[in-house]
Nanobody
């Protein structure tokens, strides 16, 4: 059974940084395409970043140059390093397969960026 557990969210000021962690069960990250997604209050969930088994990555335009997705195969963990955070980055962040499977979304981790 595949499940995702996100952690690392919190409250930061504009310009701050956070690193989110995604630890899946039931899959091996080195052989999977994994994505980070977010849902801001009152908005639909959106794609943020993804990493593929061949180490290629992709980002939504609004986070390019600020966010970095990576993985640690030994820890079976996918990270999202978020720098230069902006108020519009405030959201609940989720990891999932890429493309996502709706039933696999977990609780997510809340990121709040204040000015």
């Amino acid at each position: 059974q595949v499940q995702f557990a996100e952690s690392g969210g919190g409250s930061v000021q504009v310009g701050g940084s956070l690193r989110l962690s995604c630890v899946p069960s039931g899959i091996t990250v080195s052989r999977s395409a994994i994505g980070w997604y977010r849902q801001a209050p009152g908005k639909q969930r959106e794609f943020v970043a993804s990493i593929y088994s061949g180490d290629a990555t992709a980002y939504t335009r609004s986070v390019e140059g600020r966010f970095t997705i990576s993985r640690d195969n030994a820890q079976n963990t996918v990270y999202l390093q978020m720098n230069s955070l902006k108020p519009e980055d405030t959201a609940v962040y989720y990891c999932n397969m890429w493309p996502p499977t709706v039933r696999l979304y977990g609780q997510g981790t809340l990121v709040t960026v204040s000015s």
